[in-house]
Nanobody, 122 residues
Framework: QVQLVESGGGLVQAGGSLRLSCAAS????????MGWYRQAPGKERELVAT???????TYNDSLKGRFTISRDNAKNMWYLQMDSLKPADTAVYYC????????????????WGQGTPVTVSS
């Protein structure tokens, strides 16, 4: 019923930039929170950033402002702009969607994209 499709990953040199996109398909979506996570080789998945429909954002403090999350509610899409990339940013990046949670009749449901690899070369 709900699918998340990611794009924008790839290979980039250190210091470069990439813009990831996530598109959610499905009808009657009650979007609570949109976000991005990443998982580096041999490490656990970690939160990168989140954004609400109203535009309120949160970030992983360790990224120190290099990443920016945004959204387009009309298109059910959200984005991750990654600047000043470092080799340590190499990971599989996953978009995430949380729906519901506002009323008892619509409980929280979580959806995940398949992941898009980002490789930063030195």
């Amino acid at each position: 019923q709900v699918q998340l499709v990611e794009s924008g990953g790839g290979l980039v040199q250190a210091g470069g930039s990439l813009r990831l996109s996530c598109a959610a398909s499905g009808s009657n979506l009650i979007i609570n929170l949109m976000g991005w996570y990443r998982q580096a080789p041999g490490k656990e998945r970690e939160l990168v950033a989140t954004i609400t429909r109203r535009g309120t954002t949160t970030y992983n403090d360790s990224l120190k402002g290099r990443f920016t999350i945004s959204r387009d509610n009309a298109k059910n899409m959200w984005y991750l702009q990654m600047d000043s990339l470092k080799p340590a940013d190499t990971a599989v990046y996953y978009c995430h969607l949380k729906t519901g949670g506002f009323i008892v009749e619509s409980p929280i449901t979580n959806y995940w994209g398949q992941g898009t690899p980002v490789t930063v070369s030195s």
